[in-house]
């Protein structure tokens, strides 16, 4: 088992930024590609970016690209998502999730790949 825990949500006016990190414990050598989700309300969840453990095969979403940057730090089992030029458009739960079986890179957004999910951090940009 895993569990994840997602930190730094919150508010912030459009243009700002915030880092959202998720904290993996548990069987963390089990796992493999971490993904960062959002879900607005009214719409579906989609993926933002994702990232595998060893750091290649980095992936956004094309609505969030060369504004947010995923990265992670093994050695504290932790992976971040800095959210810069912040748009209102961008307002959503953001969940961080994982897997214990590998993922193909073409099936990265297909949400039901992934094993184990963190409680959600809500993030609301003002205009």
């Known amino acids: 088992q895993v569990q994840l825990v997602e930190s730094g949500g919150g508010l912030v006016q459009a243009g700002g930024s915030l880092r959202l990190s998720c904290a993996a414990s548990g069987r963390t050598d089990s796992m493999y590609p971490m993904g960062w989700f959002r879900q607005a309300p009214g719409k579906e969840r989609e993926l933002v970016a994702a990232i595998r453990w060893s750091g290649s095969n980095i992936h956004y979403a094309d609505s969030v690209k060369g504004r947010f940057t995923i990265s992670r730090d093994n050695a504290k089992n932790t992976v971040y998502l800095q959210m810069n030029s912040l748009k209102p458009e961008d307002t959503a739960v953001y969940y961080c999730?994982?897997?214990?079986?590998?993922?193909?890179?073409?099936?990265?957004?297909?949400?039901?790949?992934?094993?184990?999910w963190g409680q959600g951090t809500q993030v609301t940009v003002s205009s």
């Open positions: 999730a994982t897997s214990d079986l590998p993922i193909p890179y073409g099936l990265l957004y297909r949400g039901d790949r992934y094993h184990y």
